[in-house]
């Protein structure tokens, strides 16, 4: 494991930058844990101040230093997306390993239902959703709505993967053997998929994190939970391009992008490292 | 039984699956929620002064017929089907008395021939993009288009609609960037209106296809790569054929095959990014009427555009599906 990362880190480019941009991401919302202020104090500090050496990323019209804000919004922005992740992770596993390795009948049925889900447009479904909560919209909710929404995609790559599985040796062996599914299953099968469990994971992150921002840009979530998201919203609600206050936008916009950028890097350069024969043919 | 009719029966099972789990989900989201919709509506209502208990029990009585809350959850189950299957979403409460049919059917031209152009723009060139990168990967022009592609794939539809909305809008200001066409012009088959629409249409057409041609450029030149290696490709440049026939005939066509049923699978991620964007340049599309739909507080506009959104998606995928055999010759053989 550790030397797959260093020879990756040494080796491909393309893990490295996205190793490097997430590093800056992630310490940068550990800095919240030593914010002077709370993240929902507001007009603690002169409004509308450029960047300066006091206020590094300058203030916001609502009298908030937006260095701190920032580095609560990004962190609660990844908490978002790593809990979507792991909520729709253990969905897509079970349904993925339980239809490649019945086949037949249930592999079918699984495989329709998943394919709606691939095809539904999620997004007027969360509008629908936050229409209808309202006031009780919160963090947690959407989340847990958006993880049973999102395991789809994921689950029918690790399908076809247990799929080619079911035929190995090893699991006639297992089966001959007395092994339950359920061992067979999470002791001989989970291992072969959890490379391709981490690089989905990348691009689930970058996908609840996408929609997150954009319900939030709307004002359909919680808005006086800090997120990147948030942080653009009141920003146009205070009209913040007119009034030339460019980096109340700019800042957030820059460290979401930044996220984006690094976790499709990750994701694209742990897929090359699993599929080695796209290595070859790069070079 | 032929293997065409197989497949096509198969297509149109999945189809009304597709529909039939979409329109649940929206059942459950409007009916297994906690809160009540419906005293919330009336809170909301008599949130200031005071009103007559008589009014409110009326606008109770109207509320619950609207939201279909009435008898027990089998009834009001049927009753939510049957106004969908008739199309029949009622009264929009913003735009009262406009049937929300209508309001839908004035708003759908202008995304479905957004979605129409840009998807086609952005799926034909990024995948002869990619074709060339994968067939020429020494090429630097298409190693640097590669990256460039990369580097926006990522980023979801709302930021890059955004950056465009400020670099045109405010840093260079060149396009217009907001509304359909101008306002002061009469909707005519003239030049100028046609010119106006399409000077319109630049920028979220320009942020869609920003998105999306990372994905086809990524997805052929990886496709395109594997292929090229094949035995049949290293015969057929040994023998002589031209490299644009190769590159054409025998490459591409093999490889476009996953692209279109990948085209089937991300039409309902294209179809999100589309409402977003129309809604960042005001485009007189879905997304703008959904957005402010949920601000007036109009639930019949915002289940019948969600209702809408789930058929039409799943109607462009089912004719992407029946035009695949098309393509494919295995399918029809089979």
């Known amino acids: 494991m ?26 940068f919302s550990c800095l919240s844990f030593f914010s002077p202020y709370p993240p929902n104090d507001s007009f603690v500090v002169p409004p509308d101040v450029p960047p300066s050496w006091a206020y590094p990323m300058g203030t916001t019209s609502r009298g908030q230093d937006l260095f701190w ?46 394919d709606t889900f691939i095809v539904i447009p999620l997004f007027p479904i969360l509008v629908l959703f936050y229409f209808v909560m309202r006031d009780h919209m919160s963090w947690g909710l959407l989340a847990l709505m958006m993880a049973c929404l999102g395991w789809a995609y994921d689950a029918r790559l690790i399908r076809s993967v247990a799929l080619s599985l079911r035929t190995r040796e090893f699991t006639q062996t297992g089966i001959f053997s007395g092994m339950s599914t359920r061992q067979i299953l999470v002791e001989e099968h989970l291992p072969y998929v959890l490379p391709i469990l981490f690089s989905t994971t990348m691009n689930n992150i970058n996908w609840s994190i996408g ?32 009034a030339g206050i460019w980096w109340w936008l700019f800042f957030p916009v820059l460290l979401v992008v930044m996220t984006f950028i690094g976790l499709f890097l990750l994701a694209v350069s742990m897929n090359e490292h699993i599929d080695p024969r796209s290595r070859l043919g790069r070079s | ?97 406009t049937p929300v049919s209508v309001l839908i059917g004035r708003a759908l031209p202008w995304t479905v021939s957004l979605l129409v152009v840009s998807t086609v723009l952005t799926w034909v060139m990024g995948n002869l993009l990619g074709g060339l990168a994968g067939y020429f990967h020494r090429s630097r022009a298409l190693r640097l288009a590669g990256i460039l592609a990369m580097a926006f794939h990522p980023i979801p539809y709302y930021i890059v609609a955004f950056l465009l909305l400020i670099v045109f809008g405010h840093v260079w200001p060149i396009l217009p960037i907001s509304g359909g066409s101008s306002m002061n012009m009469t909707q005519e088959w003239s030049w100028a209106f046609v010119g106006s629409v399409v000077s319109h249409a630049i920028l979220p057409v320009a942020s869609l296809a920003l998105v999306g041609l990372g994905g086809w450029f990524m997805g052929m030149r990886a496709l395109v790569s594997n292929v090229v290696t094949e035995d049949y490709v290293t015969y057929a440049e040994l023998g002589g054929v031209a490299r644009r026939r190769i590159l054409a005939a025998y490459v591409m066509r093999n490889a476009l095959m996953p692209q279109v049923t990948g085209l089937a699978m991300s039409l309902g991620a294209i179809f999100n990014g589309a409402i977003i964007t129309e809604q960042v340049f005001g485009y007189p599309g879905i997304g703008t009427l959904l957005v402010s739909a949920v601000h007036a507080g109009d639930y019949s506009l915002v289940l019948g555009i969600t209702t809408v959104s789930i058929v039409a998606v799943s109607i462009a995928v089912l004719l992407i599906d029946l035009l695949y055999p098309l393509l494919d010759p295995r399918v029809r053989a089979r």
């Open chain 1, 69 to 114: 804000l920032l580095s609560f919004a990004i962190r609660n922005t990844l908490l978002f997306g790593m809990v979507v992740a792991i909520l729709s992770r253990a969905l897509a596993l079970v349904i993925g390993l339980v239809a490649g390795y019945s086949g037949g009948l249930v592999d079918r049925a699984l495989m329709s239902i998943n």
């Open chain 2, 1 to 97: 039984m032929p293997g065409y009719l197989v497949y096509l029966l198969t297509r149109l099972g999945q189809f009304a699956l597709v529909v039939f789990i979409g329109i649940n989900i929206a059942f459950i989201v409007t009916h297994a929620t906690p809160i009540d919709p419906v005293e919330q509506s009336i809170a909301a209502a008599t949130q200031f002064g005071s009103t007559s208990p008589e009014a409110i029990a009326l606008m109770r009585q109207s509320l619950k017929e609207l939201y279909g809350l009435e008898g027990d959850l089998a009834h009001q189950y049927a009753a939510f089907w049957s106004r969908i299957l008739v199309g029949n979403f009622g009264p929009s409460l913003s735009a009262f008395p």
């Open chain 1, 211 to 242: 929609l997150e921002v954009t319900l939030s840009v709307l004002g359909f979530t919680d808005i006086n939970t800090p997120t990147i998201g948030v942080l653009i919203y009141w920003a146009n609600q205070h009209t913040a391009l007119v």
């Open chain 1, 2 to 27: 550790w030397r797959t990362l260093r020879d990756l880190l040494r080796f491909n480019r393309q893990f490295a930058a996205g190793i490097v941009l997430l590093g800056i991401v992630a310490a």
